[in-house]
Every structure is written in C-alpha cells, then in structure tokens.
C-alpha cells in the first residue's frame, strides 16, 4: 500500500475517533459518585455501546436511502464547500428520501435540538476538570470556587465559555476538530501511560479498578493512538502545532500553581458572586 494513502486513512479515523468524543466524560464526575469502582466503568461502557449503536442505526439509514453516486457527486459538487461541510447534505437528502420534504424539515430541526444535549453534557463535565485542578492546587483557586446559589462551578463554567468562544471566533469546524483531537489524543496518551509508570513507582498503592488485558491493552490504544496523531501532523502540520504549543504554553501555568507550597486539597468555597453566574 502506498504510504501516502495509509497516512490519508489514518487521518480520516481522526474524524471518526472525534465522533466518539466524550466517552469517558463520566470519569470527570468520579468525586461526585458514589460506589465509582462499580458504576463508572459501567457507566462508561453502556454510554459508549449505546453510542456505537446509534452510529451503526445512521450509516445505515443512509447507505439504504443512498447510493455510492449520490455520495460522490454531493461531495464533487463544483458549488460545494470543501472539508466537512461537503458531507453536510448527506442526512438531509436522506431524511427526504426516506420520508418526503414535509418530515425532512421538521426532522432536521429535531436533530438540531439534539445537539442542545451533546452541549449541556459538556457545560456539566467540562468545568469539572479546572475545578479539580484549582481544589488540587494545580490551578488559579478562582476556578474552584462554587455557586452559592446553585452548587455548581461557575467560574471554571465561565472560563470554559470564554475559551470556547475563542475558538469559535477564530477557526472553521474542521481546523477545530484537528486541534482538539490531537490536543485529547496527547492527554490521552499520557492518561494511559501513567498506569504504567503507577504500576512501576507505586505497586502498593489500592486499585479498586483493574485495567483489563494488561499490560497488553494499553499498549495497543497508545500505538493506535499515536499512529492517528502522528497522521494529524503529517497531514494538517500548522493546526496539529497550535495545538501542541497549546499544551505546552500551559506548562508554566502548570508548574507555578503546582510547585510546593500552594493550597491544595481545600474545601470548595461557595461563592456569592459566582452565583450571579449560574
């Protein structure tokens, strides 16, 4: 196989492995629920598995309503956009294949709504993250402060939309895609690396979750995944970058607020002006 069309295939599993996105979302949530050795991993399979399915519904959908020369000339289309907003039509036309122009729209909208609940999944995960890095004394203690009135972490809330917006602002969808996705490949990879260097620096420490298939398992998703992302440089170089300076300018934010001495481990604190927020 030629090596630019295997580097070409493993760059559109970005795009798919994106569509996964938020898998393990639920582990950001482990200080908030009760018995997590036992109900975040099945939390995490049975989102995930409802999740492979629904997609598996879909492409099916669409390969019974269209065929292969519906699928190449809305893509060739010499009016068309290019990158993901060629294969925008795609669930439209098929949705008035299958049922008419009059269900097509309403359809649409119906979808639309959908992603209402992809987002407020992320307002509720999201912010947990900056929250417990401000609690562990990784992060400006702002972060960790709750609302007052409702509880929730409304500065780190905050910081997430801001930073969003930001990204939005400046970037179409697809360079957004690429730059999240190497950006949580990195992390991901580091995540998975740490079970690891745990087993080998701290034997004794409990582990009410066993990683399944090890030490086999998680070396199989790091070289994957560091295939995919060694893809995303190859492929889309300038975007793969930013998202790795990212990271790295974070470094120094990282190390300030983590070197010894800094507060860590506190008692969330309510606060009143946060809850004008939320």
Do not use: H
């Amino acid at each position: 196989m030629d090596a630019d069309l295997a580097i070409t295939m493993l760059f559109s599993l970005v795009y798919i492995s994106y569509a996964y996105t938020g898998w393990n979302a639920a582990s950001y949530l482990a200080g908030e629920i009760q018995q997590p050795q036992r109900r975040l991993p099945r939390a995490i399979l049975l989102g995930t598995a409802l999740v492979v399915l629904l997609y598996l519904a879909l492409n099916t959908v669409y390969a019974l309503a269209l065929m292969p020369a519906d699928l190449k000339a809305i893509v060739e289309a010499p009016s068309n956009r290019q990158g993901l907003d060629a294969v925008a039509p795609i669930a439209q036309l098929a949705a008035v294949r299958l049922f008419g122009p009059r269900i097509a729209g309403p359809l649409s909208v119906a979808v639309g709504l959908t992603l209402l609940a992809s987002l407020s999944a992320y307002v509720l995960t999201g912010p947990r993250v900056a929250f417990a890095m401000a609690q562990a004394g990784q992060f400006p203690a702002i972060a960790g402060r709750l609302s007052a009135r409702t509880g929730v972490p409304a500065i780190a809330t905050a910081l997430q939309v801001c930073w969003s917006l930001v990204l939005l602002w400046t970037g179409t969808v697809e360079r957004i895609l690429v730059y999240s996705s190497v950006g949580l490949a990195l992390f991901s990879m580091l995540t998975i690396s740490s079970v690891y260097v745990l087993r080998w620096r701290r034997p004794d420490l409990p582990r009410p979750f066993r990683t399944p298939g090890y030490p086999v398992v998680p070396a199989v998703y790091l070289v994957m995944t560091g295939l995919l992302t060694g893809a995303a440089f190859y492929q889309s170089p300038l975007v793969s970058t930013y998202s790795l300076l990212s990271i790295l300018l974070g470094l120094p934010v990282y190390w300030f607020w983590g070197r010894p001495g800094q507060a860590a481990g506190e008692k969330p604190v309510a606060d009143r002006d946060a809850a004008d927020i939320l």
